[in-house]
C-alpha cells in the first residue's frame, strides 16, 4: 500500500513539474519597461534591401509598453538584417524574428495592451501565439483592415510612409537598418 502511494506520489510529480514550471517560466518572462517620454511621439523608420523606407508612428500612448519595448530593440540594432518571414496577401506582412521562421524571439515576453485603436491598411501590431501575453520582438503590419484582430492583438502604431512598399514586401525581403526619432 505505501509503494503504491509512493508511486501515485511521484507519477503526480511528474505530470505536475512541467505545468508549473510552465508557468513559473512566463510570469519570470514577462518585461516590463520604462515608459517613453511623457509628450514622445517616436517614429521608426525601416528602410529596405530592395530600395525605400517605411515610416511608421508609435502609439505610446495606447501600447506604452509594447512601444518601450520595439524602441528599445530598434536602438539596440534588434531588426537590422531580419527579413520579413510571414507574408498573407490581403492580410499582413510579419517580421522581427531572428530565427527567420516565426518561432523566434528577443528571450522574454510582454503582457498584452489590447486598446481600442483598429486594425486598419498599414496598422502596426505585435504578433503573439495563442497566449496573450507572449508577444515579444515580432510584429506586423496589415495590408487592409482586419476588424476581426481588434482588441485580440496589441496595436501600437500606424504607417505614415511607404504602404506602397509595406504592399510590395515579399517573403524573405530584408530589413536593412531599422531606426527612430522622436524619443
Known amino acids: 500500500m505505501a509503494s503504491l502511494a509512493a508511486y501515485i506520489l511521484i507519477l503526480a ?51 506604452p509598453n509594447h512601444c518601450a519595448a520595439f524602441v528599445d530593440l530598434v536602438k539596440k540594432g534588434y531588426y537590422d538584417g531580419l527579413s520579413f518571414h510571414r507574408v498573407v496577401p490581403g492580410f499582413v506582412v510579419q517580421g522581427g524574428c531572428p530565427k527567420g521562421n516565426g518561432s523566434g524571439g528577443p528571450g522574454y515576453t510582454l503582457k498584452a495592451e489590447f486598446n481600442e485603436k483598429p486594425h486598419l491598411t498599414g496598422t502596426l501590431a505585435m504578433a503573439r501565439t495563442p497566449d496573450p501575453d507572449s508577444a515579444g520582438s515580432q510584429f506586423y503590419l496589415c495590408l487592409a483592415p482586419q476588424p476581426f484582430l481588434d482588441r485580440q492583438y496589441t496595436v501600437f502604431g500606424q504607417t505614415l510612409e511607404g504602404m506602397e512598399l509595406v504592399s510590395g514586401v515579399r517573403q524573405g525581403d530584408k530589413m536593412v537598418k531599422v531606426t527612430v526619432e522622436g524619443v
Open 13 to 63: 510529480l511528474i505530470v505536475a513539474a512541467p505545468l508549473g514550471y510552465r508557468a513559473w517560466r512566463k510570469r519570470m518572462a514577462l518585461k516590463t519597461f520604462e515608459p517613453l517620454p511623457e509628450g514622445a511621439k517616436p517614429v521608426v523608420s525601416i528602410a529596405l534591401e530592395n530600395g525605400g523606407v517605411i515610416k511608421v508612428e508609435l502609439y505610446p500612448a495606447d501600447a
